[in-house]
């Protein structure tokens, strides 16, 4: 495999910084690991493999570097034929292609990861919201059915309006416009997965509080992910604020939501 280059221009990149040592040092060996065009296979088990063969690395630790990688943009991860690919962002900016065909499909032959998970949360949605909606005569069916940007913000947390009334939702953050963009109870889910030192219904609180502290700083539909992805992984590389340091167990937390969220953690 051919060389590759670091610049010392690394040192000072405020993307870089956002990372913690061991992130930085998986985005390193991803670096020396990717083929010509900067890809590689993006199953955990096989990265694990590959940039860390002599050392004590769990799976779960790849998916969390994978995931904090994608969200401050050095990382593209997507799906081809049902299997996970990466693409690192910069690589044509630093590096040299020298052979004429990638060992792995290009982006464009796949879908994003993101997008294929939005896929998966729909479907269980479905499936978990069908008893529901046949039991509470209020609910409308049609709202387990989105559209276009509708759709993917209501998978991922929304912005409330008349029709999607706020409290469908565990929490709300004041965007930019003012608007709120709504935090649903299976996202609440997928963090307290990714980061298991973190209260994270208390850190969303802390962020709501801290935007409505902060008009100028708000952020907007788009970025709010990337945000609050950051602050969770800087409290878990902090070491994370312990579950009963607010009140007891994951299990215990979740009894704080309302009642018809249920038992989310």
């Known amino acids: 495999m ?5 610049k010392e221009s690394i040192c000072s990149s405020d993307t870089v910084d956002e990372l913690s040592w061991f992130e930085e040092v998986f985005f390193y060996r991803l670096i020396v690991n990717c083929d010509d065009y900067g890809r590689t296979d993006a199953r955990p088990a096989i990265l694990k493999a590959n940039l860390f063969p002599l050392k004590d690395i769990t799976a779960k630790n790849i998916e969390n570097a994978l995931c904090k990688l994608s969200a401050v943009g050095l990382v593209y991860r997507y799906i081809v034929n049902d299997k996970p690919y990466l693409q690192l962002v910069t690589w044509e900016k630093y590096q040299q292609v020298r052979t004429k ?22 479907c269980n949605q479905k499936k978990s919201n069908a008893p529901i909606i046949q039991s509470n005569t209020t609910q409308s069916e049609s709202k387990s059915e989105y559209k276009n940007e ?10 409330g309006t008349a029709s999607e009334p706020e409290q469908q939702f565990v929490i709300s953050l004041m965007l ?24 994270i219904l ?18 907007t539909n788009r970025g709010i992910m990337r945000f609050i992805t950051n602050w969770l992984s800087k409290v878990q590389d902090k070491g994370g604020v312990s579950y009963g340091s607010s009140g007891g167990t994951a299990q215990q937390v979740s009894s704080k939501l309302p009642p018809k969220y249920g038992n989310v953690l």
């Open 202 to 219: 208390q850190e969303l609180k802390k962020m709501k509080g801290w935007l409505e502290a902060n008009p100028n700083k708000r952020k």
């Open 101 to 122: 065909k990638s060992k792995y499909p290009s982006p464009d032959e796949g879908i994003s990861y993101d997008e294929n998970a939005k896929r998966d949360i729909k």
């Open 150 to 159: 509708s759709e993917y913000n209501n998978e991922h947390g929304a912005v």
């Open 176 to 199: 930019n416009d003012n608007s709120l963009y709504g935090i649903k109870q299976e996202m609440i889910v997928h963090w307290s997965e990714l980061y298991p030192a973190v209260d």
């Open 2 to 6: 051919p060389n590759r280059i670091l």
